[in-house]
């Protein structure tokens, strides 16, 4: 049995994630609400956001999926707390990069982000993890057109 | 059960996939080609290539030959009258398509009722959902047992004689579960409605005859049954057929072509515009011949015997749910299910990562899933290459996805 090759896209972080999922829930109304889903595989996810002086101030998501996209969901929310807007859409692409397996840039620090890489290699799984930035990268041009 | 040679005859399953050997548990939603297919499209094109209905020269009449001659097979294949009644289309969907845009659009007006029921796939639903709108038309949906099943009672509830469409899989993509479409065909001609079957399922897995099921149209499609994909079919009473008007137009399919009129071709050529899917048809040709040499009770008979040692395997795994009927006798050979929270995802890609290959997500079936109360399912469907040796690895498979996973919950 391959256990080896699943600990590549199954990192202890990513579980850690799916397990105790950061920022999961609902903000209070007025705030930058996006749902999307994936509709090959069923994956919701509903991220809501407080975006005030160009700075996500907080967000939160609930959803259902796999656990590579509910870990991703978690980590991404983690990841863009406390940065603006242009900074947020930097790190989706740089993360939409890193499933198509480019190099990314050495000097940010992506944090547990980083665990996700892995899924680069496993292509039907990367719809899986991309779900969460596709909804950030609309939640803030939303907020641009506000 | 049929004799595990017949894994020889298909080249693919000839393979390692991750490191181990490869199970292949997806026919549902398409199936692997013999050799016997592969080499009959092969052979059309490296010898009689041309297109159909219109060479005067040899290659057009070897062309129009195989094309026709696959007709002729797929008639004896589900027993229809006439191959007039035999039209090819790009799969079941498009067959859907056709008689949803062409008898649906004729005959369903503002306020008749279109039956169709929770289990249906997204191509039985859509083509429906499409047309009640068009026509301010209602589409009702038959509820399903406890089990996954239909009952007749709620079938004649449903249907009333505001009904001019009654709409139904045969086989379940998900449950397994075998419709009682005789029976449904019978409640939707009292009601003057005609009978549409959604045959996916059931054309590759067993004996489907039109004229003992009375149904007035049958779409199914060659790649889950041996063929290859690009090809399906499109069965139709002759006097319904003859009554529609074609959804396609263009070469191939007119009798006569004016500046501002022009007339169609007879019966089944008036609904093929273009120049068809010859080398598709070919090869489905040559699949039925490959199915009808097993025989198809012998296959309905083998998926039968596979999936109830696959029920009872996996019915030993704690935590594992299993969607659709109990009773064996009435299902076929394929079982949905999902082991406790590990996402179906998770334990498809631990399922690959082992060789076995199963589907997981929603099936084409979201009305279906909601009904579960499930966002998603794994699912093991069977077929003739299938042995008992696959169900083990399946089960293998399944308890290693929980051991993994074990540690989250």
Not at chain 1, 25 to 46: A, K, Q, R, S, Y
Not at chain 2, 55 to 69: C, F, I, P, S
Not at chain 2, 134 to 151: C, F, M, Q
Not at chain 2, 307 to 333: F, H, Q, V
Request: hydrophobic fraction near 40%.
């Amino acid at each position: 049995m391959s256990i080896k090759n699943l600990d590549q896209l199954y990192r202890s972080v990513i579980m850690d994630h799916y397990k105790n999922p950061r920022n999961k829930g609902v903000l209070d109304e007025n705030n930058v609400t996006v749902d999307m889903n994936n509709p090959t595989c069923g994956d919701v996810i509903h991220l809501t956001l407080k975006v005030e002086d160009d700075i996500v101030q907080d967000a939160k998501f609930e959803g259902e999926g796999c656990s590579i996209s509910m870990a991703s969901a978690s980590m991404m929310t983690q990841m863009i707390k406390g940065k603006n807007t242009s900074e947020a859409v930097k790190i989706a692409q740089v993360f939409s990069d890193m499933m198509l397996g480019k190099d990314v840039d050495d000097s940010l620090d992506l944090g547990d982000i980083e665990a996700l890489s892995g899924v680069a290699k496993f292509p039907a799984r990367i719809k899986c993890a991309t779900l969460a930035w596709k909804a950030i990268e609309k939640g803030v041009g939303q907020d641009d057109e506000q | 059960m049929l004799s595990k040679e017949i894994r020889q005859h298909f080249p693919i399953l000839n393979q390692e996939i991750n490191g181990h050997p490869l199970v292949y548990l997806d026919s549902g939603a398409s199936s692997q080609k013999p050799l016997q297919v592969i080499e009959a499209i092969s052979n059309y094109y490296k010898f009689d290539n041309s297109n159909v209905h219109r060479g005067v020269h040899t290659l057009g009449n070897r062309a129009t030959e195989g094309y026709e001659g696959a007709r002729e097979k797929v008639r004896n294949f589900i027993n229809a009258k006439s191959t007039e009644e035999i039209i090819f289309t790009r799969g079941a969907t498009t067959a859907l398509n056709t008689v949803a845009q062409s008898y649906g659009r004729a005959n369903v007006g503002e306020g008749d009722e279109i039956v169709i029921t929770y289990m249906e796939h997204h191509a039985n639903i859509i083509p429906w959902q499409q047309l009640a709108k068009e026509k301010g038309a209602v589409l009702k949906y038959i509820d399903l047992e406890e089990d996954g099943t239909l009952s007749l009672d709620k079938v004649r509830e449903a249907v009333t004689e505001r009904t001019k469409v009654v709409s139904v899989m045969y086989v379940s993509n998900v449950l397994g579960t075998m419709n009682p479409i005789k029976e449904i065909t019978e409640i939707a001609h009292a009601n003057g409605a005609v009978m549409v079957v959604d045959g996916a399922q059931a054309a590759p897995h067993m004996k489907v005859d039109v004229q003992k099921l009375d149904c007035d149209f049958l779409a199914f499609s060659g790649h889950k049954m041996c063929g290859p994909t690009g090809i399906g079919v499109l069965y139709g009473k002759r006097d319904l057929l003859n009554q529609m008007e074609p959804v396609e137009t263009g070469g191939e399919m007119i009798d006569f072509v004016g500046l501002y009129e022009s007339t169609w071709k007879e019966l089944p050529w008036k609904f093929e515009a273009g120049t068809p899917i010859i080398a598709g048809a070919i090869g489905l040709g040559a699949a039925i011949d490959y199915l009808e040499e097993i025989g198809m009770d012998a296959i309905e008979q083998h998926e039968h015997e596979i999936a109830n040692y696959a029920m009872e395997r996996m019915s030993t795994i704690e935590g594992l749910t299993i969607y659709g009927p109990a009773d064996p006798g009435k299902r076929a050979g394929i079982i949905t299910f999902n082991l406790e929270e590990v996402h179906p995802h998770d334990v498809a890609t631990v399922l690959d990562m082992n060789g076995i290959a199963v589907r997981a997500g929603h099936h084409c079936a979201q009305p279906l899933m909601k009904w579960l109360d499930v966002s998603a399912t794994a699912r093991a469907s069977f077929y003739i290459y299938n042995t008992v040796d696959d169900v083990d690895r399946l089960v293998e498979g399944l308890r290693v996805a929980k051991e993994y996973f074990s540690d989250v919950y």
